[in-house]
């Protein structure tokens, strides 16, 4: 069965710094990966996805994330965070037909002046 | 265009009462998902309907039933909740079921009941 597991519940980061937001999964085909986002009171939106290929992909907003197959992860990061960045993220796994979308629990970001 | 429409954004239902959430998407997507969000939680499943057929149903209670009008249109109606149904009710759609395919969400449509 598929799973993703996000470590930290809450990432705090200064204007301009590193993000690094953690995502690992299980699943017992290669599977394709999102992350998402969402913005305080607003529904979710796509930021990147990996199905095959590239294993590097880049997505919106300056972010991007690395499929590592021998870690099963999928961690996302930005350069440079900006104030407009605080939201909840939340990477998700699909392995398709019956097996919809399974989400991990989220990483709130804040990001501090 | 990605967009998935729903109304109303906000609805607040007695417990007796009888509503519906609407959901509509015009991109030619062939499968059309509702979610559950509760507060500081990801969103969890309870419908899918692939090519207007029901596929899944995550064990929902009878209180809410699904319908799919037709390829753009998708309802939740609501009967009979309770105060603990009160969340953010995401709709969603993607060009089918198939595996990667990107989930399009709507912004959501917040109900409380009380």
């Known amino acids: 069965a598929q799973s993703v597991t996000q470590l930290g519940s809450h990432v705090s980061v200064s204007e301009g710094a590193l993000v690094l937001l953690r995502c690992n999964y299980s699943s017992s085909v290669p599977p394709y990966l999102f992350w998402y986002v969402q913005y305080p009171n607003q529904g979710l939106q796509l930021l990147l996805k990996y199905t095959t290929g590239a294993t590097l992909v880049k997505g919106i907003n300056g972010f991007e994330a690395e499929f590592k197959k021998s870690e099963t992860s999928f961690h996302l990061t930005k350069p440079s965070a900006h104030m407009s960045d605080a939201a909840e993220y939340f990477c998700?796994?699909?392995?398709?037909?019956?097996?919809?979308?399974?989400f991990g629990k989220g990483t709130r970001l804040s990001v501090i002046a | 265009d990605t967009e998935v429409t729903q109304t109303p954004k906000h609805l607040v239902m007695g417990m007796t009462n009888k509503k519906s959430l609407k959901c509509e998407q015009h991109m030619g997507h062939r499968a059309m998902y509702w979610y559950k969000q509760k507060a500081k939680k990801p969103p969890e499943l309870m419908f899918v309907?692939?090519?207007?057929?029901?596929?899944i149903n995550e064990s929902v209670p009878s209180r809410f039933s699904p319908e799919c009008p037709n390829s753009s249109l998708l309802n939740l109606h609501l009967h009979a909740l309770q105060p603990e149904d009160s969340a953010l009710y995401l709709c969603?759609?993607?060009?089918?079921?198939?595996?990667?395919?990107?989930?399009?969400f709507g912004e959501g449509s917040w109900l409380t009941v009380v």
């Open positions: 969603a759609s993607s060009l089918t079921g198939a595996l990667g395919n990107t989930i399009y």
């Open positions: 309907y692939s090519y207007e057929k029901l596929s």
């Open positions: 998700a796994v699909s392995e398709g037909g019956n097996t919809p979308l399974v």
